[in-house]
């Protein structure tokens, strides 16, 4: 049974993607799935996890409703099933009333074999309603470590999954992700009510990815020797938007091709980024952790964090971005003194004081203008900028203040959604040529929706304005004033682009003293935050002879005792055992001999590790063997 299932995998696989053989993984997780087995899989990124649910879905009949957090990653997924000749739609907060009818159409009809929605909602009755009318065969939860208020990005709304579960209680659930904790992994499964325990998972530990952690007073400088002195493409993390245009500037100053990426960005300047990037037009690309999701790159040479993460999940996450075609890449951490007690600030910003949380909760309704005991259920779109900048709250603090209420179940606050602009055509072909619209070039604004898009007769189609208005000389706002026109005339139906944080008030506005906040969701929480800064301090600044790898793995459960012999430490650890301090000296004093020289130029030329280079430099000067030069250079004395 299992070798013919088998044989129909692999022809759906080579039908539909062009692939003659699995990934490692991959057809166990399958295979399982096929099984009707409710199945976690902890695939490492970029090993694949989408066709461990896409391919048995095609495989059964009916429907596959895929659970996912990042509406972006969403979209992008549904493009690619269509590119491939498979019917895929999705649903989200920000779609329209009509589109969200014509996707309950589709699935309930049978023309779509997968469903993807975002995690709020499943609490959603209406959207209940019309799931008990479908036939699905199949529930995917992406991201499943979102649902263990243990993981390091849980989402309260990925609880109402098990109530799911119960419309279809003999269909698997399959849970996948990238990173998880052995209790993250056991409390996903405890979530989700597997029938039985069932883990596939793939080793975390990466041949080909050298870690490295690098101390320095100036991570810019030390980021541009690093990049300089490496080929093929990088990735550069930060924490701030700002600063990843002043990093971007930083190397393009020092002839490095870069550019800059976080969520603050239009639609189609990421996209222009993200194509100049893959392409190779851009070599480096500075980002918050915005960047990274589905984008399949997989040459990339160097992951750079000049900001050290919160989180070891989060850091293999977007260190794993390297390497992905198995050749020699390296994951780089940029670390200096002050970053402990910055980790230590963004701990205490991330759970602020309970007093300031009911305070922001009372603000928001006042800002949004919802009565005490109103506002059940209804979303509002929300300037969360103009929110902190109305009651002079800081930012940091209050994004997490409206995290924790969510986690609470008060509201739930998503950040930043954006959606393009898009068209659908009401009319039928005949009736398009008697229209007498007012606006200015409203006819050719039609004649160039007609000619520029495919399809729009049948669903709503994407359409950028500002391309139109270059490609047949319109005003965009003529575009934007005919399209509005048309709309009122039942011709078409516009939807113009929204970009817009909203609230959805999850129970009617309460009073701020009635507010509880569970030990679960605030104390405990905020206990297992620090272990896990406390984890990423031990790796950023823990004894130098420590194996990078082993930490990382240990850290996920695996337990080795074997040291990776690739990573900055076992390099270092190699080099000490063939050489003694007199040898580091004698390399020092030859140079120092000829020449006035820098630390750098020692470090760069002589192979020792840089401790002992830097600490045999201050013993030298000490003993009054070199003398250190108001000019920083050191000379032979």
């Keep these: 049974m299992a070798h013919r299932q088998l044989e129909k995998a692999l022809q759906i696989l080579k039908k539909y993607w062009g692939f003659d053989s699995f990934r490692p993984l991959q057809d166990e997780i399958i295979l399982s799935v096929l099984d009707r087995r409710d199945t976690l899989g902890l695939m490492p990124t970029g090993g ?241 952790n915005a960047f990274g999701m589905g984008i399949d790159k997989p040459d990339v040479r160097l992951v750079v964090h000049v900001d050290v993460p919160n989180s070891l999940e989060e850091y293999y996450q977007e260190a794993g971005r390297a390497g992905r075609d198995g050749k020699r890449a390296y994951a780089v951490m940029l670390v200096k003194p002050t970053d402990r007690a910055t980790l230590h600030r963004h701990l205490a910003e991330a759970f602020p004081e309970k007093d300031f949380i009911r305070r922001t909760y009372e603000r928001v309704g006042n800002f949004l203008e919802v009565a005490v005991g109103e506002g059940y259920g209804k979303m509002f779109d929300f300037n969360f900028n103009l929110f902190c900048y109305t009651f002079k709250q800081p930012i940091l603090p209050t994004h997490n203040a409206l995290r924790i209420l969510t986690q609470a179940g008060y509201i739930q606050f998503v950040e930043e959604v954006e959606t393009q602009s898009r068209v659908m055509i009401l009319a039928n072909k005949e009736q398009l040529y008697n229209l007498n619209p007012t606006t200015k070039d409203a006819d050719k604004v039609l004649q160039a929706l007609l000619r520029s898009y495919t399809g ?112 900055d430490n076992c390099i270092e650890a190699r080099k000490r055992a063939s050489y003694d301090a007199s040898d580091v000296q004698d390399g020092i004093l030859y140079m120092a001999g000829q020449r006035p020289r820098r630390l750098e130029e020692f470090l760069a030329t002589l192979r020792f590790t840089r401790d002992d280079i830097i600490s045999a430099v201050a013993f030298l000067v000490d003993e009054g063997f070199l003398t250190h030069q108001p000019d920083d250079t050191y000379l032979k004395s």
């Excluded at 649903?91 to 699935?107: D, K």
């Excluded at 883990?199 to 530990?205: E, G, M, P, T």
């Excluded at 934007?480 to 970009?499: F, G, S």
């Excluded at 030990?519 to 301090?537: F, N, P, T």
């Design 456 to 567: 729009l007769f049948a669903d709503y189609v994407f359409i950028n304005e500002e391309t139109m208005a270059y490609r047949f000389g319109l005003d965009p706002q003529n575009i934007y004033e005919a399209l509005l026109e048309y709309t009122r005339m039942h011709i078409l139906h516009y939807v113009p682009r929204k970009r817009t944080p909203y609230v959805i008030y999850t129970t009617s506005r309460e009073e701020p003293r009635h507010l509880l906040f569970p030990k679960a969701i605030y104390e405990e929480l905020r206990e297992h935050m620090r272990a896990r800064v406390d984890a990423v301090v031990g790796y950023a600044f823990g004894d130098e002879n420590q194996c990078r790898e082993r930490y990382l793995l240990n850290y996920f459960g695996e337990r080795v005792e074997e040291r990776c012999n690739h990573c």
């Design 48 to 288: 694949g996890k989408s066709i461990t649910f896409q391919l048995p879905a095609m495989a059964l009949d009916g429907l596959a409703l895929v659970v996912t957090p990042i509406i972006s990653l969403m979209k992008d997924q549904v493009d690619n099933l269509l590119a491939r000749g498979i019917r895929a739609t999705y649903l989200h907060a920000g779609l329209t009333r009509r589109e969200t009818t014509l996707c309950y159409e589709r699935c309930i009809n049978g023309k779509a074999k997968f469903l993807y929605v975002s995690p709020e909602r499943l609490n959603n009755q209406n959207f209940i309603a019309e799931l008990r009318r479908m036939d699905v065969n199949l529930l995917v939860v992406d991201e499943a470590h979102c649902i263990s208020q243990w993981g390091y990005d849980f989402r309260p709304s990925f609880l109402s999954i098990a109530r799911v579960r119960k419309l279809f209680p003999e269909v698997p659930v399959l849970a996948l992700t990238a990173t998880a904790t052995p209790r993250v992994v056991t409390d996903i499964m405890d979530k989700l009510e597997f029938a039985r325990r069932n883990v596939f998972s793939k080793s975390f530990a990466r041949d080909n990815l050298t870690y490295v952690v690098r101390h320095t007073h100036e991570k810019n400088d030390e980021l541009v020797h690093i990049v300089a002195s490496m080929r093929g493409s990088a990735i550069v993390y930060v924490r701030s938007r700002n600063r990843t245009k002043l990093i971007a500037d930083e190397l393009r100053r020092n002839g490095i091709t870069a550019d800059f990426y976080h969520a603050g960005l239009s639609i189609e300047e990421k996209e222009d980024k993200q194509n100049k990037w893959k392409s190779g037009e851009l070599r480096v690309m500075v980002a918050t």
